[in-house]
């Protein structure tokens, strides 16, 4: 029988890091994505619902500025997923967006464009400016992270296009000739024939027979967001799992990240042929017993926490939960939960002078 009264042990200490809000006046309707507009001392941001705004990169700013809304421009609008600002904005004023209509397999359902802003105060953007870079088959998973490299090539994410179950129902996680499941990477600022934009010669898959050009790496189920490092151009991609487990990779060129053969270390289908390049196993994978939905972020390069330097930073948007990572090559060498947010984490930022935002699909923005 339990005779005493007395236990013994200690609770867990908190964790070393939280998060306060900024830019507390402003409020936004399930914002998905932002960043600097280059050196406009502007902030922009992208709500799910395809509104674009800008606002002044002040603490005390109270209003932000509709630049576009993309919701008119295509037949049953559903989200808007990211957005990027071309490395030369300063002379042509370009910004990319990807959208998709319906969530139904369309062929043509999923957009990437390139959109002119005027350099006006506050900068806005004529709808009829809009290019229209690539389209692809829209549906449940359709990434999409747009990110440019030192080279000034442009980077977006697709997902599978699939719901839930079954896993990967077009089986396109390892098919080539398709755009979903991938990140692709190309030049916008020069164009092959008839393309709006150009191929890189060193893209891995441009002698494939059959193969997409576009693509840089495969394999993905749905890699919401990711990151290139702007000293490195390292690819560190946050992939939304499945059914058991979330993932974050190391994306090299031509890379296959296993879906829906793997779901990281998990098999999953053994009736869909392997792509071109054998599978890469991912640099993490935590179960849905510690969080549901990965936001992949950024490595911090500010200076207010000189010890997290280096430190890949990336949540989940279910349970709120930060993380810091390291790794040497394949070997990860820190992965602690280092911040727990309670907050629906749906996209990392960087602020101007590089320290780390957390953006909530609650609306506000944290540092």
Request: aromatic share 10%; proline share 9%; with cysteine.
């Amino acid at each position: 029988p339990w005779v005493s009264s007395h236990v013994t042990g200690s609770p867990d200490p908190p964790k070393p890091y939280h998060v306060e809000r900024v830019y507390p006046a402003l409020e936004f309707r399930e914002p998905v994505e932002l960043m600097p507009l280059a050196d406009t001392g502007r902030m922009i941001i992208l709500e799910v619902t395809g509104k674009l705004y800008t606002f002044v990169d002040d603490q005390a700013c109270d209003q932000a500025d509709v630049a576009v809304d993309i919701n008119p421009l295509i037949d049953n609008f559903r989200r808007a997923y990211g957005f990027a600002v071309h490395p030369d904005f300063a002379n042509n004023g370009h910004i990319f967006v990807a959208y998709a209509g319906d969530p139904v397999a369309r062929p043509n359902g999923a957009r990437l464009s390139r959109f002119t802003m005027t350099m006006d105060s506050p900068p806005t953007i004529d709808p009829a400016s809009e290019e229209i870079l690539l389209t692809w088959t829209s549906g449940g998973h359709n990434g999409c992270a747009i990110r440019f490299d030192s080279q000034g090539l442009l980077y977006f994410s697709a997902g599978d296009g699939a719901r839930p179950f079954p896993p990967d129902e077009y089986d396109v996680g390892q098919d080539l000739s398709d755009l979903r499941a991938t990140i692709c990477r190309i030049d916008v600022d020069r164009r092959d024939g008839d393309l709006p934009y150009a191929i890189p010669a060193d893209n891995p898959f441009v002698d494939v027979p059959g193969a997409r050009p576009e693509i840089w790496a495969f394999g993905f189920r749905n890699p919401w967001r990711f990151t290139i490092v702007p000293e490195t151009d390292q690819l560190l991609c946050g992939d939304v799992g499945w059914e058991l487990w979330e993932l974050v990779h190391d994306v090299k060129r031509g890379g296959n990240y296993g879906w829906s053969i793997m779901e990281g270390p998990q098999p999953i289908r053994g009736d869909i042929e392997l792509g071109p390049t054998p599978i890469q196993k991912p640099l993490v994978a935590y179960s849905h017993a510690v969080g549901q939905s990965i936001t992949g972020g950024h490595v911090y390069r500010g200076s207010a926490h000189p010890e997290l330097r280096g430190a890949y930073l990336y949540g989940d948007y279910v349970t709120g939960l930060v993380w810091g990572l390291r790794h040497e090559g394949d070997r990860v060498t820190w992965n602690p939960v280092i911040g727990e947010t309670g907050l629906p984490i749906i996209t990392f930022a960087e602020s101007r002078d590089h320290e780390v935002l957390v953006v909530g699909y609650d609306g506000g923005i944290y540092e």
